[in-house]
């Protein structure tokens, strides 16, 4: 479990993460000075070692919770071929150990203000999702400033949005979304990121915000520093293979968008409403979100 007091702390280091990765990402433009032939001549030394054989690196995915399933294959092989038998226990250790993304996960889990006396927010959240499309859908209809075609498209888009949250919101479909791979976090640790993105304003859920907000910066970081790397090589090399065998750039693109780790925080951006249509809070759970000296005066 996650010591609430320990949030802060969190914070503060996810905040320094980001700033080395961002350093990280500024060397890439001093490789990117040299020209593709003068890379050639540089490459020669590397050969024939590849970035597969950072371990450091490897570790660094598996604590943050990028699991076996989720990778793409290299040649065919395990991810930990290329490492000797002692790294391969290591990171096998790893993996049967907690990772960044299963405690967050079990952190979310155990937000309390889900269900308050009386209060359920999941049932509040769907009933003004759908007074919102309700409102949407008689706005469509009612304006002049559309065709009949035009009128049709968007209601056929509003629709979808329509179904997409329902789709979301119900947790069987959530369910099998994660066995499709589709979905990595919890359906109760979904609905609370949600809950915590909605009201961020109340004093409690300020700093969960901010700790969810810090998540996506380090995992949007990673997430450019793959595609950086995916250019600089198109840039210099094309469509050679790379040193390690892979397919070079296709290869590194491609990890660029599937290696996300945290991307169902991304995702509940999907989820948000304007702040008009959020349902209002009862007065006993706006107190428990306030601090306690602003709850005395």
């Known amino acids: 479990w996650v010591d609430e007091?320990?949030?802060g702390t969190a914070v503060s280091?996810?905040?320094?993460?980001?700033?080395?990765q961002k350093l990280l990402i500024q060397q890439i433009r001093v490789m990117e000075s040299m020209t593709p032939l003068d890379f050639l001549d540089f490459r020669n030394y590397l050969f024939p070692a590849s970035g597969f054989q950072s371990f450091q690196f490897r570790k660094v995915e598996v604590l943050l919770g990028l699991k076996?399933?989720?990778?793409?294959t290299y040649?065919?092989?395990?991810?930990?071929?290329?490492?000797?038998?002692?790294?391969?226990?290591e990171l096998e250790k790893l993996e049967s150990g907690h990772t960044l993304f299963e405690v967050v996960e079990a952190w979310l889990e155990r937000t309390p203000f889900l269900e308050f006396r009386g209060f359920r927010f999941l049932e509040y959240y769907r009933s003004a999702v759908h007074k919102m499309l309700d409102r949407e859908r008689a706005?469509?209809?009612?304006?002049?400033?559309?065709?009949p075609e035009k009128k049709?498209?968007?209601?056929?888009?509003?629709g979808s949005t329509g179904t997409y949250f329902q789709s979301v919101l119900d947790p069987e479909a959530h369910r099998q979304m994660r066995r499709e791979g589709k979905l990595q976090l919890s359906y109760k640790a979904s609905i609370a990121a949600l809950l915590i993105n909605l009201y961020?304003?109340?004093?409690?859920?300020?700093?969960?915000?901010?700790?969810?907000?810090?998540?996506m910066d380090m995992d949007e970081m990673l997430t450019t520093w793959r595609y950086r790397h995916s250019q600089m090589v198109l840039r210099m090399l094309g469509r050679k293979v790379g040193t390690g065998g892979s397919s070079g750039y296709d290869y590194l693109h491609a990890t660029a968008v599937k290696h996300h780790i945290f991307k169902d925080l991304h995702n509940i951006s999907t989820l948000l409403i304007p702040r008009s249509e959020l349902p209002e809070?009862?007065?006993?759970?706006?107190?428990?979100?306030?601090?306690?000296?602003?709850?005395k005066e």
């Not at 961020?200 to 810090?214: A, G, K, T, V, Y």
């Open 5 to 7: 007091r320990n949030i």
């Open 152 to 158: 049709k498209m968007r209601l056929q888009m509003l």
């Open 13 to 20: 280091r996810l905040d320094r993460i980001v700033e080395i």
């Open 200 to 215: 961020r304003d109340e004093p409690i859920l300020q700093m969960p915000f901010n700790l969810l907000m810090r998540l």
């Open 75 to 89: 040649n065919e092989a395990p991810y930990t071929a290329v490492f000797t038998d002692e790294q391969r226990s």
């Open 139 to 147: 706005a469509i209809e009612s304006t002049d400033y559309l065709s």
């Open 281 to 295: 809070l009862p007065g006993e759970l706006r107190e428990e979100l306030g601090f306690h000296y602003s709850k």
């Open 68 to 72: 076996s399933g989720q990778r793409l």
